[in-house]
Nanobody, 119 residues
Framework: QVQLVESGGGLVQPGGSLRLSCAAS????????MGWYRQAPGKQRELVAT????????HYADSVKGRFSMSRDNTKNTMQLQMNSLKPEDSAVYYC????????????WGQGTQVTVSS
């Protein structure tokens, strides 16, 4: 089992910044991907940013490109999401995600952290 714990959400004014963190623990191996998703009220959960191990690249949703940046510390099994120039439409619950496994992949989710962008 893998446990993911997010932190760093909160209330911020439009144009402001927040930094989310995710700490992973447990039986971590053969990571396929790790990243961030978000879900706003009444909407489906959507990808924000994800790092795919196979291509060693980070992929961002078009809506956050140039504003959000994802980083990882493999030695500590942590990852961060730096969010700049925040907009009201970025308001959502943000979830940390990790997918691992070879032939059979398993996805793990954190409990989520609320980000509210409002004046």
């Amino acid at each position: 089992q893998v446990q993911l714990v997010e932190s760093g959400g909160g209330l911020v004014q439009p144009g402001g910044s927040l930094r989310l963190s995710c700490a992973a623990s447990g039986s971590i191996s053969d990571i396929y991907a790790m990243g961030w998703y978000r879900q706003a009220p009444g909407k489906q959960r959507e990808l924000v940013a994800t790092f795919i191990t196979a291509d060693e690249g980070t992929h961002y949703a078009d809506s956050v490109k140039g504003r959000f940046s994802m980083s990882r510390d493999n030695t500590k099994n942590t990852m961060q999401l730096q969010m700049n120039s925040l907009k009201p439409e970025d308001s959502a619950v943000y979830y940390c995600n990790l997918v691992q496994g070879l032939a059979i992949k398993t996805a793990y989710w954190g409990q989520g952290t609320q980000v509210t962008v409002s004046s």
